[in-house]
């Protein structure tokens, strides 16, 4: 790939490096130059932003807009979910970004997630104890994926019978077969459906969980829409609350119900399982905190600095012509802000590519920055933290049970994780 001012809107543009060895290339990148002109997660051209500085800068900047109503004609060529499933955090921008995620911020606050451990610490110890009828078992099938789809189905009120189905329809959405689009275009509808129906389930028979809180909220019924001493309506349930004149739309509640599914599932198994990965690859490490759990919270917080699940921020567009460390970037093109770069830029951190859970780790990027940082970071942490605590308790002989160099990666510009990771103790 080439610095910016060697290409050409219309050049060909590589991104295979940022594939096969994503932390080498985007450290070329980053030392050629602060943004590139690459082929986005869309197949079209895009920005990269790769140092530190003006990738913070830029997911706190305004005029980079989320709405793709701001993107060029023709200049976004992502696929294309229906309305219902659309109208998400992932595409807002104030007031109506404001609006919804203060409907739903209270049921991912402090006090919530730290109810939840408990009953986390629970569904980890119960599928321990099912692989501990074995001696092997494959941690992203048999643990760090159903962990937290577990966790976030129980939140929002999602049977048990549908976890499978929906974990099935977000690997569809998150590494597509290229040869087999239909499978991609299959699981949106069928994901629609599913929502359709579980609200319509929840909206005839309400029970203790956030998505019929959200449909409270939507209906204005329930004790979400009572009135507190200050004219506010106030929340109860799990957790959202309306003011005055917030309301969700339909498209809205539908969406806001996929998004809290897809990414408290995807981004929480990806970093479970790179953590533990890590852990893998630094006995001494493993031990120390097996014998001073009290030190993982910390180390959670490097291994998102150092591995994160999410390479790139959700694109953006800028609402004006700006410039990102002096290039121009026209209005309404897709800029791609690097977190994976960021948040290994020498500048920032020192010796950026080492694993180091007593380093200053302050402000990495990982869970975002500014007003779209991730809702549920708290929840990721908590849950990642218990995750990591329960396993290298149960088993002090964890190791890997394939060569290093057989553990498969998704190869992917969106999401970095594991395939699969095969273990023996």
């Known amino acids: 790939m080439q610095n910016t001012a060697e290409t050409g809107p219309d050049a060909p543009f590589d991104v295979t490096p940022l594939l096969d060895d ?30 530190y500085d003006e990738v913070r800068a830029g997911l706190a900047d305004p005029r980079l807009s989320l709405d793709k109503r701001h993107a060029k004609p023709g200049g976004y060529r992502g696929f294309a979910l229906p309305p219902a499933l659309d109208a998400n955090l992932l595409n ?39 692989m501990a009828a074995g001696t092997r078992a494959d941690l992203i099938a048999d643990y760090a994926g159903p962990l937290p789809i577990i966790t976030i189905c129980a939140l929002l009120g999602v049977p048990p019978r549908d976890r499978r189905d929906f974990r099935a329809w977000s690997d569809a959405l998150i590494t597509p077969d290229l040869t087999r689009p239909h499978l991609m275009k299959e699981a949106i509808g069928a994901m629609l459906e599913f929502f359709t129906g579980l609200i319509a389930a929840k909206r005839a028979e309400p029970g203790d969980d956030l998505l019929s809180d959200l449909i409270a909220v939507r209906d ?19 957790g959202a609350a309306r003011r005055d004149g917030d309301r969700l ?37 493993l031990g120390q905190l097996r014998s001073n759990p009290a030190e993982l919270p910390a180390a959670v917080e490097e291994f998102l600095r150092h591995d994160g699940p999410a390479p790139l921020a959700i694109r953006r567009f800028p609402t004006e012509d700006l410039e990102i460390g ?100």
């Open 22 to 51: 994503p932390h080498a290339a985007y450290a070329a990148l980053r030392e050629a130059g602060p943004v590139h002109r690459i082929t986005g997660t869309d197949g079209g051209p895009a920005w990269l932003v790769t140092r």
């Open 92 to 130: 807002m921008d104030p007031p109506d970004h404001s609006r919804v995620r203060r409907l739903v911020a209270k049921a991912f606050s402090p006090g919530r997630v730290a109810a939840l451990r408990g009953p986390v610490r629970q569904v980890a110890d119960e599928l321990l104890d099912a």
């Open 220 to 238: 204005d019924t329930g004790p979400d829409a009572a009135t507190g001493p200050d004219g506010a309506t106030t929340g109860g349930g799990s």
């Open 249 to 285: 739309t339909e498209d809205e509640l539908t969406s806001l119900a996929f998004l809290i599914l897809f990414a408290g599932y995807e981004n929480t198994v990806h970093l479970i399982g790179n953590s533990v990965l890590s852990l893998l690859d630094r006995p001494e490490l």
């Open 326 to 425: 002096g290039v121009r970037i026209p209005a309404g093109e897709s800029v791609l802000l690097s977190i994976a770069a960021a948040n290994r830029d020498p500048g920032r951190f020192p010796d950026p590519d080492a694993l180091d859970p007593d380093r200053d780790r302050t402000g990495h990027l990982a869970l975002g920055h500014g007003i779209h940082h991730c809702l549920g970071a708290s929840l990721a942490r908590m849950e990642t933290v218990t995750a990591l605590d329960a396993l290298i308790g149960r088993f002090p002989g964890l190791r890997l049970d394939v060569p290093r160099d057989a553990v498969r990666r998704r190869r992917s510009l969106r999401t970095s994780g594991l395939i699969s990771l095969p273990v023996t103790w």
